[in-house]
């Protein structure tokens, strides 16, 4: 059982920036592909961004790409969302989650809590 507790949401104007953290629980992070998504009231629960074991290989969703950046610290089992130029459309509950393996396919297999990101404009 992977325990994994996100942090790091608040309320932040149009283009603020945050920065995410998810601790996970567990000797073996590293084995871990990590992601991120997020839900907006309403809508469904959509992908952000995934990063593999090591961090070499990362994919943004089109929506993120060169605002958000996804990093890792294996040493820390944690990784790390910073969201840069935010825009109202990025208020979500955003949730980390881990899959055992690669590649970032459904389904994922443990998800934490979930932190709310607010966005005004």
């Known amino acids: 059982q992977v325990q994994l507790v996100d942090s790091g949401g608040g309320l932040v104007q149009a283009g603020g920036s945050l920065r995410l953290s998810c601790a996970a629980s567990g000797r073996t992070f590293r084995t871990y592909v990590m992601g991120w998504f997020r839900q907006a009231p309403g809508k469904e629960r959509e992908f952000v961004v995934a990063?593999?074991?090591?961090?070499?290989?990362?994919i943004y969703s089109d929506s993120v790409k060169g605002r958000f950046t996804i990093s890792r610290d294996n040493a820390k089992n944690t990784v790390y969302l910073q969201m840069n130029s935010l825009k109202p459309e990025d208020t979500a509950v955003y949730y980390c989650?881990?899959?055992?393996?690669?590649?970032?396919?459904?389904?994922?297999?443990?998800w934490g809590q979930g932190t709310q990101v607010t966005v005004s404009s």
């Open positions: 989650a881990v899959r055992l393996r690669w590649p970032p396919s459904p389904p994922w297999d443990y």
């Open positions: 990063i593999s074991q090591t961090g070499g290989s990362t």
